[in-house]
């Protein structure tokens, strides 16, 4: 059974102390990954879509890397507007639909 | 990046009623729309796949005459909760899909049954 699993569930961090979350994926075909960031009450934000083992990608303070069994989403100098949650989803098989991870909440203080 | 739009953002009803709520794509067409619920602290579960013009396809364990889809256009879909009750509470999120690299999501529709 396809599966996803983020680590840790939550994520309490001083600002400007670099950390990393991580996305394991069990999949048969894995198409691509996918990272989002949601705000309380609102919905999910693209942030990254990886294919392939190796890829890396990177977006002011973050950068997601893909291996053939997870991904982390490496956070360095956070800030406070950087609290929320983080998830992480996988496309597989012949299908469109995305199986999501529990998310990480991670909350970053002043 | 793609606009999505939802309607209303939050409904409080009474148990018993029902619910519609809608999914605009703005920007660009979907002829397939994604719909999930959320519970607090907890993930996105899909509910239902639908394409436009056709039925919807619900996950295991959705009840398709409770959650009513409706993909009539290719920029608006509907989800009805019938006969709703506190237990059908959630945050409900639709996503428009128009590309396969890239999943767009609405602002969410926060549900609460009293």
């Known amino acids: 059974e396809d599966q996803v699993t983020q680590s840790p569930e939550a994520l309490r961090l001083q600002e400007g102390e670099s950390s990393s979350l991580n996305c394991s994926y069990t999949v048969s075909g894995l198409r691509g990954l996918f990272w989002y960031r949601q705000d309380p009450g609102k919905g999910p934000e693209f942030l990254f879509t990886l294919y392939s083992a190796g890829e890396e990608k990177e977006k002011e303070r973050l950068k997601a890397t893909l291996t053939k069994k997870e991904s982390f989403l490496h956070i360095t100098a956070p800030k ?8 992480c989803a996988v ?3 012949r299908t469109y639909k995305y199986i999501f991870g529990t998310g990480t909440r991670l909350k970053v203080l002043a | 990046g793609a606009v999505v739009s939802q309607h209303p953002s939050r409904v409080i009803c ?5 619910v519609k709520i809608e999914c605009r794509s703005l920007d660009f067409q979907a002829t397939t729309m994604f719909w999930y619920r959320q519970f607090p602290k907890k993930s ?3 509910m239902a796949t639908s394409n436009e013009g056709s039925k919807a396809t619900y996950e295991q364990g959705v009840e398709k005459d409770k959650f009513l889809i409706n993909h009539a256009s290719l920029t608006l879909s509907t989800l009805t909760v019938t006969s709703a009750h506190p237990e059908d509470s959630s945050f409900y999120i639709c996503s428009p899909i128009f590309s396969t690299d890239t999943q767009y999501f609405g602002p969410g529709t926060r549900l609460t049954v009293l």
């Open chain 1, 91 to 93: 496309q597989a098989g």
């Open chain 2, 14 to 18: 009474k148990s018993g009623t029902s």
């Open chain 1, 80 to 87: 406070p507007e950087d609290s929320a949650t983080y998830l």
């Open chain 2, 44 to 46: 996105l579960m899909l």
